[in-house]
């Protein structure tokens, strides 16, 4: 059984910051995929960022520059610290993990919600 417990949304005012985070439990396999993925009402699930194992990170274009990603293998968690928010960054931020050799093995957090005010 794998868990991720996310933490740290909330309600930020534009050009503001916020650090979210997720940490997983369980059976978790020492290659894997961890990252965060973020749905806007009436949009699609988009992916935000993620990180490897071996530390090789994936940003989308939109958070390039604005929004760090980074990870503790000895906890299993990982930290997306987002700088510069605008109102398009308001969003259910939901944390993925993903195992197996072609990830397979994939796991949501529960959401965190992030509102930003103009």
């Known amino acids: 059984q794998v868990q991720l417990v996310e933490s740290g949304g909330g309600l930020v005012q534009a050009w503001g910051s916020l650090r979210l985070s997720c940490a997983a439990s369980?059976?978790?396999?020492?290659?894997?995929?961890m990252g965060w993925s973020r749905q806007a009402p009436g949009k699609q699930r988009e992916l935000v960022a993620a990180i490897t194992s071996g530390s090789r990170i994936n940003y989308a274009d939109s958070v390039k520059g604005r929004f760090t990603l980074s990870r503790d293998n000895a906890k299993n968690t990982v930290y997306l610290q987002m700088n510069s928010l605008n109102a398009d960054d308001t969003a259910v931020y939901y944390c993925n993990l993903k195992m197996g050799w072609s990830g397979q093995y994939s796991y949501w957090g529960q959401g965190t919600q992030v509102t930003v005010s103009s």
């Open positions: 369980g059976s978790i396999f020492s290659i894997n995929t």
